[in-house]
């Protein structure tokens, strides 16, 4: 099967430099798999999938000219594969037709397949290529299902992007990007069921009242490198308040103060799903003031346990063990059982 021809007339199929024939739907309709494409562009080949855009697995042959380059890599979790390919284009818009058919070959594979797009850390953020002008996609990536996880670090994301990718994949996660529509896909009622969010305190508060309402995430895992408090807390412990879905709650942060985590117990008092909540630092440093002195383990410690007073669903809450007080732990591990015991009842009756 000939997928290329040379770039150059002159040369032979087999050089350095080569053209895809066709387009993407074309090679997926000649039975063409991810894998193929993928040997086809071993170093120290070059595949050219339109005038400005091209893919390579050596990222420092690509074309001295472009301005733009983003790298996809590609895990099997079943068989804990990982593949990384390059693309290099003169701008994020020449990248669209390439990312949108590399997900639409990797979407027509057999395998279940996690993906990680991720660009240089600069500031501000190059933009991720605007998949939702590929007015297909969003139809093929919802009815094939293998891509079950989507991991987007250090890019810019517009909000037609950030809403395609909340319908079609079931865990989105984002690293450090800037996200332009992010509140209304959490908000949704056809955002992912788990959402790993590592942010600044900027995007942080874009979204935090989108958990309310309509929201189908079941679970939210945070990484914030800052101190959590303030508006931006307010707002989503506001939105914790009217969330109806949430089962998983993971908040790494880098400190959080008394009424901050008091405000956090309150908002989740009588959540009607939630089982699982977790609170951790961002780094594994402890100074002497994060160890608290006795009363503010205690007071902390007893916010919890009048917490679980009124919340008989929750079944496991864990924060770091050098605030806690020891002497009201038994309380709190009795009533954790007493909750896992009701949620057994519940799932027999």
Known sequence: MNLF???????????????????????????VSWKDFFRACVPPRIVWTSVDCCCLTDQSQAPIDHNYAVD???????????????????NAQAAVGTLAGLLLLLANGKDELELTFQS?????????????????????????????????????????????????????????CTVEGLHQ????????????????????AKFGTGLGGNSVVRSMDLLLHFWL???????????LEHNLGLETLVIRYLDINDDGWTMLFHALRFHPTLQTLCLQFTDDF????????????????QVVLDFLEENRV???????????????????????????GTGEEREHS
């Open 120 to 176: 240089f850390a600069t500031q501000p953020r190059h933009p991720f290529p605007p998949l939702a002008s590929d007015t297909g996609l969003a139809t093929v990536l919802s009815a094939k299902h293998k891509i079950v996880a989507v991991r987007l670090q250090f890019v810019d994301v517009d909000d037609s992007t950030c809403q395609l990718l909340a319908k079609t994949i079931p865990r989105m996660e984002y690293r450090q």
């Open 72 to 90: 996809l890599v590609v895990q099997v979790p079943s068989i804990d594969s990982k593949q990384v390919l390059h693309i290099s284009a003169q």
């Open 229 to 239: 408090q303030g508006e931006p807390l307010h707002d989503f412990c506001r939105g």
């Open 5 to 31: 021809q040379p770039r150059n007339k002159e040369n032979s199929p087999d050089d350095d430099q080569v053209t895809l024939i066709g387009s993407f739907a074309d090679i997926i309709a000649q039975g």
């Open 185 to 204: 896909a959490v908000a949704s009622n056809q955002c992912p069921s788990k959402l790993t969010i590592s942010c600044t305190l900027q995007e942080f």
């Open 314 to 340: 929750i079944q496991n809450v864990t924060w770091p063990i050098f605030q806690q007080d020891q002497e009201l732990m038994d309380d709190i591990k009795s009533r954790l059982e007493r909750n896992r």
């Open 286 to 301: 402890v100074d002497n003031f994060r160890r608290l002195t006795p009363e503010r383990r205690t007071q902390r410690t």
